[in-house]
């Protein structure tokens, strides 16, 4: 019975650790082609060694390090295990005693001429393969490393688990069941940052008056079945609006939820013609400060809002988006 390759049925997903078997098949083949031919020498040495063997001068680690684009403790493993060999030696810098410069000794380039034509049969072997396949490996790996170096692989991934957890909050607007939800979750990052003050408990208890009465809305996150969020927007003159009291449940931040109530709520203040958005912030609030100005928000200094006066404003930044 043949057995199925998990590898084929993951695909993209399992690309590094698809890419990690096959380069382990080809140095294991690689050490065979050295046995063969009666040389001791390591695949995992040949960038290094090739490297020191094209230098006219001693390389340090970190020379090496960038040349090759490789890691500097994966490049001390790598000399340290030639150097065990006897193939390379390292001397201390005349200008530097803490700096060690490495190169080949003589027995490591007394392998020199019997490597090059191995290392020729390896070129054509290769090349062989992409014959073969028709695919040119080498040429798809350089594009790739380059779009990496662009936006590396940890990024990508981020962005996309980003846009999965955006598309998976739904948000719904104001019902009286839901007026609870409003007050905790502005308790809950008020009393852990700073207060709950007056003119707070006034709008938390009340938005019907301090809300909705003012050409407002209030939005509420729904993330895997439950409440999690919330914000509030109100008018405060003639087309600008005042976006304010958002807050998600701590238990479910990073999740997207924050991003996606902000931007619904710029949605709706453009249904109502709404021409500009203030808010207060503080720069102590990383996160929200972030979000704010990757949407457009600006700092903004003349404009009175509700809630200037508070204690907090003392610390606070007033950003506006025009819309």
């Known amino acids: 019975m043949n057995s199925i390759d998990i590898f084929d049925s993951l695909g993209p997903t399992a690309i590094a650790s698809r890419t990690r078997r096959f380069l382990d098949i080809y140095l294991k083949d690689g050490e065979a082609v050295y ?6 020498f390591k695949t995992k040495w040949f960038p290094v060694f090739y490297l020191l063997c094209k230098s006219s001068e001693p390389l340090a680690i970190t020379d090496i390090s960038n040349s090759l684009h490789m890691t500097h403790p994966n490049v001390i493993k790598i000399v340290k295990s030639m150097s065990k ?16 410069l490495i190169k080949l000794s003589d027995k490591g380039r007394t392998l020199i001429p019997l490597l090059e034509p191995i290392w020729k049969a390896f070129e054509n072997a290769v090349l062989g393969l992409f014959n073969e396949t028709g695919f040119n490996f080498i040429e798809v790996l350089s594009k790739m490393e380059e ?9 990508r991934v981020l962005s996309n688990i980003k846009i999965a957890q955006y598309e998976a909050v739904a948000i719904i607007e104001y019902t009286p069941q839901l007026k609870r ?3 905790d979750f502005n308790y809950e990052w008020l009393n852990k940052f700073f207060e709950v003050e007056e003119y707070d408990e006034e709008i938390l208890n009340n938005p019907e008056k301090y809300i909705l009465s003012k050409n407002g809305f209030i939005l509420f996150a729904l993330l895997d079945g439950e409440i ?12 600008e609006y005042e976006l304010s009291k958002l807050a998600v449940t701590e ?10 109530l902000v931007v619904e709520a710029i949605k709706k203040i453009k249904e109502k013609n709404g ?16 979000l704010y100005r990757s949407l457009g928000f600006k700092a903004e200094k003349e404009k009175i809002i509700p809630g200037k006066n508070l ?13």
Do not use: W
Request: charged content about 35%; overall charge positive.
């Open 35 to 40: 046995k063969n031919q009666g040389i001791m």
């Open 85 to 100: 060999k006897g193939i390379v030696v390292s001397l201390k810098d005349e200008y530097d005693a803490r700096k060690h």
């Open 147 to 155: 779009s990496l170096k662009r936006k590396g692989m940890a990024e």
């Open 181 to 183: 939800y409003f007050r």
């Open 228 to 239: 999690v969020g919330t914000c509030a927007v109100s008018e405060i003159s003639d087309g």
């Open 251 to 260: 238990r479910k931040q990073n999740r997207q939820a924050g991003k996606k």
């Open 275 to 290: 021409k500009k958005v203030f808010l207060l912030t503080d720069e102590r609030l990383t996160k929200a400060f972030n």
């Open 311 to 323: 204690l907090r404003s003392k610390t606070s930044s007033l950003m506006s988006l025009t819309l």
